[in-house]
């Protein structure tokens, strides 16, 4: 039991890891709402995805620090915060890899529960 412990706790760790870093959509032009991927670079991030909006105008960037999902307005400029992967692009929802590494690591605890 204590190998299959150890063993799920390294994939796990390995699993997580690799998430610490999420990746944005990185425009200053031709991102506003309705926004198109085409041709929009992305860049990976350390913190959070950002997406700024001025009077009809958007911009789409990482925040390199960690904020949780949120959006503040202040002067006329609305910011939203997420940290998901490619959350700042449509209001489409995207699976985060975070969730993919919980619900892996749900279905193994749960199958070594049952094995031994």
Do not use: W
């Amino acid at each position: 039991m204590n190998i299959a412990l150890g063993l799920c706790l390294l994939v796990l760790t390995v699993a997580v890891q690799q998430v610490s870093a999420l990746e944005c959509y990185h425009c200053y032009t031709g991102c506003d709402d309705p926004f198109s991927v085409n041709g929009v670079s992305k860049t990976d991030c350390n913190g959070s995805c950002t997406k700024t909006e001025k009077d009809g105008k958007a911009a789409r960037n990482c925040f390199p620090i960690v904020q949780k999902n949120s959006c503040e307005e202040a002067a006329g400029v609305n910011v939203c915060y997420c940290t998901g992967e490619l959350c700042n692009g449509a209001s489409e929802r995207y699976l985060s890899r975070v969730s993919i590494v919980v619900t892996i690591a749900c279905v193994c605890m749960s199958v070594f529960k049952h094995i031994f």
